[in-house]
């Protein structure tokens, strides 16, 4: 069984929030599969930490539970999210006592679901999500001052007030994405978890993405971001730490140029040289160790 990760990942800089030793499980029942196992991270105030690791080592699943959103069969087994003088029990998400965690969700901590560009109703149109969104958060929000909000917000970021009025289809998937990315921060969070932001879009929306993003922090919209992404290129631009998870753990985290030109384990290593690499053999040989969420053999990689 596992344990926390002995170096948290965070900033130099004050703190914006600090998760301890979450461990997350599908099932709940004897067949339990631990897809967190003891993870801890550190995010300082105004920080991008990059949580990179490939497909089903648990981004998502830890995403979920900073989030607070834990829906059967997923159960926060345990963990703490301290932020903004807050100390919130993770452990409890699962339980019957939901409203607990509201009051945190889209305001403390939002999340930008994995895929979410491609879940919009077709028949909706996104100034309708804007309303259901924000009036999920806060009923007491009238249509209009949701509106009004998105529209100041848009034009904050020079985005074009009139994809307010479009359905989805309409969109490009940037502009679906960047849309989304600006409700999900509408009551501007503390902490925004960005779950593949950019997995889907082709070069040129990704940057557009990764600017707003960081124009977004600088305007102080959100105070840090969780940027969650099997893409490490991406990563490497966005990020100011970068975190690597392997099986359910945090392996390596460090700030982002130290961890890429000077990576400690040899999954990082592995993970880098998989994409970083333009040697066809070492793409190859990095690739073909990525089986099952399981880390690559510390003797075949060299382990220090
Ligand atoms: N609803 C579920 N029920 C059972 N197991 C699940 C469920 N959702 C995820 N898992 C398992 O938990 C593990 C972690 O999944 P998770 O979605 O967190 O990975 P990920 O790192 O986000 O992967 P990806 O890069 O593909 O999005 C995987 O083995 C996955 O199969
Ligand atoms: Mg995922």
Redesign the pocket.
């Known amino acids: 069984m596992s344990t926390e990760n002995p170096e948290p990942a965070g900033s130099t800089g004050g703190t914006l929030a600090r998760a301890r030793n979450i461990r ?1 499980v ?2 709940g029942g004897e067949t339990d ?1 631990t ?2 196992d003891g993870v801890s991270i550190e995010l300082g105030d105004g920080e991008i930490l990059g949580l990179a ?12 539970a900073l989030a607070m959103i834990a829906v059967p ?2 159960y926060v087994l345990s963990g703490t999210l301290e932020i903004d003088g807050d100390d919130i029990d993770l452990s409890t998400l699962s339980t019957a006592d939901v409203a607990r965690h509201r009051p945190y969700r889209g305001r403390t901590v939002s999340m930008l679901p ?1 895929g979410a560009m491609n879940s919009i109703s077709p028949t909706l149109r996104i100034s309708s999500l804007v309303r259901d969104v924000m009036r999920a958060h806060d009923p007491r929000i009238s249509k209009d001052e949701a509106l009004d909000l998105a529209r100041e917000r848009l034009t904050m970021l020079d985005m074009p007030v009139r994809a307010l009025d479009s359905y989805a289809h309409q969109l490009s998937g940037g502009m679906k994405q960047r849309m989304i990315t600006v409700i999900s921060t509408l009551q501007n969070p503390r902490l925004l978890i960005a ?2 932001p950019t ?1 889907a879009l082709d070069v040129s929306s990704q940057r557009m993405l990764v600017e707003m993003l960081l124009e977004m922090v600088d305007q102080r919209i959100m105070s840090g971001v969780v940027f ?3 893409d490490l290129p991406v990563l490497s631009q966005v990020s100011d730490r970068l975190a690597i ?1 392997n099986a ?1 753990q945090i392996v390596e985290s460090g700030p982002t140029r130290q961890l890429v030109e000077d990576p400690q384990h040899p999954y990082t290593r592995t993970l880098l040289s998989s994409v970083l690499d333009p040697s066809h053999e070492t793409r190859a040989r990095g690739a073909a160790r990525f089986t ?2 399981a880390g690559p053999n510390p003797e075949e990689v060299g382990a220090p």
């Open positions: 997350c599908y099932g599969f897809a967190v690791g490939e497909s089903g080592c648990g981004k998502t699943t830890l995403g979920n069969p997923l994995q779950d593949e997995s969650v992404t099997h998870m359910g099952a969420g």
